[in-house]
């Protein structure tokens, strides 16, 4: 599966975004997708993931409340609403897929990854 992510950009501290990420290839609603994120001298860190019919969701400690994570399997694509940005949620953001939901926070479980999208929070 091929994936590609779009929709960030620069925004002001307590604004919204919504990312989105297009997947190709194999059938996307068997696919557990997730984000992640990765700041600036830092590593790659979990912020999201769903599972293959929406029927679960999880998301970090840090974005819990504020972000959101859906998909649509009509149109194979997985969105990440952030809302309330914060500026050290500044970071390139990537989604990632895999068949297994198990480790769903772990970024090396992830077999496919998109180009990743920038975000940038001013304050």
């Known amino acids: 599966v091929q994936l590609q992510a779009s929709g960030g950009g620069l925004v002001q501290a307590g604004g919204s975004l919504r990312l989105s990420c297009a997947a190709t290839?194999?059938?996307?609603?068997?696919?557990?997708m997730g984000w992640f994120r990765q700041a600036p001298g830092k590593e790659r860190e979990f912020a999201a993931a769903?599972?293959?019919?929406?029927?679960?969701?999880y998301y970090a400690d840090s974005v819990k409340g504020r972000f959101t994570i859906t998909r649509d399997n009509t149109k194979n694509t997985v969105y990440l609403q952030m809302n309330s940005l914060k500026p050290e949620d500044t970071a390139v953001y990537y989604c990632?897929?895999?068949?297994?939901?198990?480790?769903?926070?772990?970024?090396?479980?992830?077999?496919?990854w998109g180009q990743g999208t920038l975000v940038t929070v001013s304050s």
């Open positions: 769903i599972g293959w019919s929406s029927g679960y969701t």
């Open positions: 990632a897929a895999d068949r297994s939901l198990t480790y769903y926070n772990e970024a090396y479980r992830y077999g496919y």
């Open positions: 290839g194999r059938t996307f609603s068997a696919y557990v």
